[in-house]
């Protein structure tokens, strides 16, 4: 989401520093590693590494979002809270924001050696194959994760538009949402 002109940029390390996650206005997801570090990792440790940036990495985001909207708005980081605060609750909105606090997504990599599993984006379980490290080597595994993070967004993404149909009107005829949600998920 952009907010007019104003774009951003949101940057994460993993816990061991070593890996990078950088997400931009556009969405475009770029991970790095650290010069010399992939070829020190096994699949436990760079799970555990991937799992805890994913994380952070959407701290990040919200965070970017939150600054961009603020200078868009020209407001100060006070008046944000002040805003937050005094906004009227909404039963609907406040039902929706739990709704989307529980999407479950999902992206495999295009081989299925990459599994990322996502609840509310809070919580991140990174999954990889025994053995792709060393079978793909960096630049291939940086390909497979990529792939695993778009399809991820993508699986989220389908889902949430089917809760924001439930709130809010956008539409969708309500026997499509119905099908939809018949969907094995």
């Not at 994460?12 to 992939?38: I, Y």
């Not at 944000?80 to 529980?102: G, I, N, T, W």
């Not at 991140?124 to 291939?140: A, I």
């Not at 993070?149 to 149909?165: C, G, H, N, S, Y």
Request: charge should be neutral; charged fraction near 25%; glycine fraction near 8%.
């Amino acid at each position: 989401m952009s907010f007019g002109s104003h774009q951003w940029v949101a940057t994460a390390l993993s816990p061991d520093r070593n890996v990078k996650a950088r997400v931009s206005t556009d969405g475009q997801v770029e991970l790095t590693f650290q010069p010399g570090t992939f070829e020190t990792y096994n699949e436990n440790q760079l799970s555990y590494q991937l799992s805890r940036l994913g994380m952070m990495t959407w701290v990040s985001v919200q965070r970017a979002r939150t600054e961009a909207y603020r200078v868009a708005q020209g407001m100060t980081q006070q008046e944000v809270v002040q805003a937050e605060q005094s906004a009227p609750l909404d039963p609907r909105r406040e039902k929706y924001s739990e709704d989307l606090a529980r999407v479950e997504g999902e992206g495999i990599s295009a081989s299925g050696a990459v599994r990322i599993r996502t609840t509310g984006m809070a919580g991140w379980s990174v999954d990889l194959e025994s053995g792709c490290l060393r079978r793909f080597g960096e630049g291939g595994f940086l390909a497979e994760a990529q792939s695993a993070v778009q399809a991820l967004l993508a699986d989220r993404e389908q889902k949430i538009v089917l809760i924001k149909a439930k709130y809010f009107d956008l539409g969708i005829p309500r026997r499509w949402r119905e099908l939809a949600s018949q969907l094995p998920q």
